[in-house]
Nanobody
């Protein structure tokens, strides 16, 4: 599975962006697909994941929405009301057989995209 993350960019605080994670080589419709982010000088952190239903980090709940279009083999991350602290490189990842308790752990995912940079200016 190859994952291509896109949609990042520079946005002012309060703005919105939609990230896309396009998969190729294999369908990800039955896989867990997650978004992670890594800010400068910080460790990578879980943002959201989806299989049958979405799951969110507390820090983005109500602000970000993850969704999937199985026909396009693509997962989206709609990010609203962006804040400077949302600045990071955002990665999408996919994996099979990930149990619920492991969905927030990057090590559980087998496939990773290259990342897309989101910069939120104040």
């Amino acid at each position: 599975v190859q994952l291509q993350a896109s949609g990042g960019g520079l946005v002012q605080a309060g703005g919105s962006l939609r990230l896309s994670c396009a998969a190729s080589g294999q369908t990800v419709s039955r896989m867990v697909v997650g978004w992670f982010r890594q800010a400068p000088g910080k460790e990578r952190e879980f943002v959201a994941s989806i299989k049958s239903y979405p799951s969110y980090a507390d820090s983005v709940k109500g602000q970000f929405t993850i969704s999937r279009d199985n026909a396009k083999n693509t997962v989206y991350l709609q990010m609203n009301s962006l804040k400077p602290e949302d600045t990071a490189v955002y990665y999408c990842a996919a994996g099979s057989g990930i149990i619920l308790s492991a969905m927030r752990q990057g090590a559980a995912y087998s496939y990773w995209g290259q990342g897309t940079l989101v910069t939120v200016s104040s």
